[in-house]
């Protein structure tokens, strides 16, 4: 029996044949299925079904297996319950569904918990988040928040629509898997420094004709050149000055609307400011 998740629907029992799925008295068309196994450290096996048509508003549909440990006792063979289960699910989805097995963790974009992230084939999908995102909608692919003193990165991908996506907090060492991911889907994918990105300034950019690969060029010369160069380097000029300042524009964070007004600071004045440390006595 399978509990189907994001319905909140219990006791489903399910079949599959000819991308139709059905649970109990409901049938729906499938383009594929995918499924996660059961193992000693996950009781459930997962489904989750792509669907051709929408399903009571929703293109994704996630069923979550009974626990193995239901049938565990003294006596029982762990691994051989997990096998069983899982055998039992392949049986069900058939040879058409896909098996994710490699993933990372990540907090997909808008939500607040960590899912697991499978790069398989031609899409990103992670069964628990309910979510799939195909390559082909992918335009650009960046890294942010890298450096060798952290240990995970964000990853934003850029849509052909124009809107980009992050999925954060992915662990470092795990980064070379999307990165085969998107050289086997010839996307191209960068890797930059410390600091978020400022998306706004960059989509603006690009919008303007700017490439990809110039705005990658531009984040990374600024940033080896706020790591390397102090505020003033002797024989710079003003006008090198506001050259530096345009090219830093866009990767500054927005300053807040509101700004102090004469009024505001009319009151103010050096009586009203107390030192740390004592005032001597004369």
């Known amino acids: 029996m399978f509990y189907c998740v994001n319905l909140r629907k219990k006791n489903c029992k399910l079949s599959f044949n000819d991308k139709t799925l059905k649970f109990n008295d409901e049938s729906v068309q499938t383009k594929r299925l995918f499924q996660v196994p059961a193992s000693l450290s996950s009781e459930h096996a997962y489904v989750l079904a792509q669907l051709q048509t929408p399903y009571q508003k929703k293109d994704l549909l996630l069923f979550r297996s009974d626990s193995w440990l239901l049938n565990d006792d003294d006596d029982a063979d762990d691994d051989a319950l997990v096998g069983q289960l899982n055998t039992s699910v392949e049986k069900l989805c058939g040879n058409d569904s896909i098996l994710l097995e490699q993933s990372a963790e990540a907090r997909l974009h808008g939500t607040t918990t960590m899912n697991d992230l499978y790069p398989s084939k031609t899409r990103l999908v992670s069964p628990k988040g309910i979510y799939i995102q195909e390559a082909s909608d992918i335009d650009v692919i960046f890294c942010e928040r890298v450096t060798s003193y ?48 400022p998306w706004t300034g960059i989509m603006n950019r690009h919008k303007d004709g700017e490439s990809w690969e110039d705005i990658y060029k531009l984040i990374t010369h600024v940033s080896s050149d706020e790591e390397d160069s102090s505020e003033w380097e002797e024989g710079q000029t003003e006008d090198d000055e506001d050259e530096d300042e345009e090219e830093l524009d866009f990767l500054a964070e927005e300053e807040s609307e509101e700004e102090w007004s004469d009024e505001s600071n009319s009151d103010f004045s050096e009586e009203d400011y107390e030192p740390d440390t004592k005032r001597r006595k004369t």
């Open 150 to 197: 952290t240990k995970s990165f964000d990853m934003t991908l850029v849509l052909k629509s124009g809107k980009p996506i992050t999925h954060s907090c992915i662990c470092r060492k795990q980064m070379n898997l999307f990165r085969e991911w998107a050289k086997q889907n010839n996307l191209a994918f960068y890797q930059t420094g410390p600091d978020p990105l």
